[in-house]
Every structure is written in structure tokens, then in C-alpha cells.
């Protein structure tokens, strides 16, 4: 079996990576963070040609799509590089509009690009239980389904280009929204004394549980902040691009710029570079310094 190339080797990256080693494919990879790879264990490329002369297949897992672009675009990059008859399979969260203009490139080389959002956070890429949804042609997402199968447990094919990254915004800002709204209300629930998991127990056979209710904050309030996942930076972008996303589609966001402010606030106060859950930290030193897992309020 022909190695697998992934380029991308950061907290889900590697955490994919490692899925993919342990089902026995061979991988090499690729990070502008040499680091990075000794500490995935993952074997490392001497640069993207190397990556792509030696592989059929290869994931991306970057930041945001001016990463994603500078590596297809580059100089030395991807497009100048790949051949007829590869795949290309983007596991980051991009623009939709970008996602679709890279798909045609690569295709005018003879070149799949599939866009395949993933959900579940690092716990789910620990497991090999995350979910993607895929755009692009499906004849490509057969050729790869395989490899996909070794880090993710469900796999849709949304539709065509941009469809799984379209997907995975809208997915991202219910996902930001329950996360900022649940950590105001818990800040709200400590200041009115309420014991924070008989709270928590309420709500979850309630009509306001959400995925923050019942897989964030049960953590939280015992101090695990379940570190490792989307930052507050990243969380902030992908907000951005659904408000994006919202207004070319010409539908009005009343909820989307609340959200955002509360994850700008967030890096504003120091938490820009930890996992996004510390919100619910900003908010409480907005309301006096409370913290859920301390009693203090």
C-alpha cells in the first residue's frame, strides 16, 4: 500500500495522524513546526514535493484558508507539484468560496479536492469517532472512505465543492452559540447559588440541553477544561465565517454577532490561545472574578 501524506501536524492533526498509524498505513507528513512531527511520531517529508511525489492521497489539517492557499498556491506548493490521479482531501475549516475556487485548480490538473469537515473535537479524534461532512465528487470520497474510516465513525457526502466546508460553519456556529450561551448561564447560576451539576442534571433532561451541557461544562465545573480542542482565536474566525457565509447567502444573523463578541472579549482578556471553553472564564471575570469549579463568586 502506497504511504498517505497529511500536512498539518497540529492538535487534530496529529491527533489524526496517530488514528491513521495505528491502523497501519503508512504515513509521512508535513509541518512548518519540525517539532510537531517527532512529537506525533509521525516520519517527516523534507518539504511538500517529497510529500506529493510519494503519495495518491493527502489530508490537509490547517488553520484557516490563507494557510490552506499559501500551501496549495505556494511556490513549491501543492499545485505545482501534484499529478493526474490524486486526491487531495482538506480537513480544515475554510471558506466555502475558497474551498470551491481550490477545487476547480486542482482540477484543471486532473486532481480531486474534497472538502471534508470534521466535528467532535480532539476527544473524538483521540477515539477515531469524529464526523465529517464531505463536498466534492463521490466518486473521489469512494476512493478515500478507507483512510477516513481510520479517524471518523460518520462520513456524509453534503454535495458538491464547498458543500462539506458550507456544512461544517453552520455546524460550528451552533456549536459556538451553545458554548457562549451555556457558560453566561453558568456564571449566571453560581452568582444565584445554585449547585452547579444539580443544575447541569435539570438542564440535560431539560429543553435547554446542547452539546456544551451535557459534554463541556459537567467537566468544567470539576476544573478540566478539557484543553486541547478549537482555541478562543479559532472559534472567533469560524464565527467570522459563518457571518460571512450568512450575509452572501442574504440571511440575516441576529444571534451571530453576539456570539463573536463574546469569544472577541475572551481574547481580549488572555484567552485567545487556550481551548474555547474558557468563555465561560472571560464572562466571569466580567461579573467579578467567578469561577465554576471554585465556588468563588
Not at 490563507?66 to 486526491?87: C, K, M, S, W, Y
Not at 482578556?269 to 471553553?277: C, F, K, P, T
Request: net charge negative.
Amino acid at each position: 500500500m502506497q504511504p498517505v501524506g497529511l500536512i498539518g501536524v497540529g492538535n487534530m492533526g496529529s491527533r489524526i495522524g496517530r488514528r491513521i498509524l495505528d491502523h497501519g498505513v503508512t504515513l509521512i507528513g508535513h509541518d512548518l513546526d519540525a517539532t510537531r512531527m517527532a512529537a506525533a511520531g509521525i516520519p517527516a517529508a523534507a518539504g511538500v514535493a517529497e510529500l506529493v511525489e510519494r503519495v495518491e492521497i493527502v489530508l490537509l489539517s490547517l488553520p484557516d484558508s490563507p494557510a490552506i492557499e499559501a500551501v496549495a498556491r505556494g511556490g513549491d506548493g501543492l499545485l505545482a507539484h501534484v499529478r493526474p490521479g490524486q486526491v487531495v482531501v482538506d480537513l480544515s475549516t475554510a471558506h466555502p468560496a475558497s474551498t470551491r475556487a481550490l477545487h476547480e485548480e486542482f482540477a484543471g490538473r486532473g486532481v480531486e479536492f474534497l472538502d471534508a469537515g470534521i466535528s467532535g473535537g480532539a476527544a473524538a479524534a483521540e477515539k477515531g469517532t469524529l464526523t465529517l461532512m464531505v463536498g466534492g465528487a463521490p466518486e473521489a470520497l469512494d476512493r478515500v472512505r478507507w483512510l477516513l474510516e481510520t479517524f471518523s465513525r460518520h462520513i456524509y457526502h453534503m454535495g458538491g465543492s464547498g458543500a462539506g466546508h458550507t456544512t461544517k460553519v453552520l455546524n460550528n456556529f451552533l456549536n459556538g452559540v451553545a458554548l457562549a450561551a451555556t457558560a453566561e448561564v453558568m456564571v449566571a447560576a453560581r452568582r444565584a447559588g445554585l449547585d452547579l451539576k444539580r443544575f447541569l442534571e435539570v438542564v440535560n433532561h431539560g429543553s435547554g440541553v446542547n452539546y456544551a451541557t451535557l459534554n463541556r461544562f459537567p467537566h468544567i465545573v470539576e476544573g478540566d477544561y478539557l484543553e486541547g480542542g478549537l482555541t478562543g482565536k479559532l472559534m472567533a474566525k469560524d464565527l467570522k465565517l459563518y457571518l460571512d457565509l450568512v450575509d452572501r447567502l442574504g440571511v440575516p444573523s441576529l444571534t451571530g454577532p453576539g456570539c463573536l463578541a463574546a469569544f472577541q472579549v475572551a481574547i481580549g482578556l488572555g484567552y485567545g490561545d487556550v481551548i474555547s471553553n474558557h468563555v465561560v472564564d472571560a464572562l466571569g471575570d466580567l461579573a467579578g472574578g467567578v469561577r465554576l469549579c471554585d465556588g468563588r463568586a
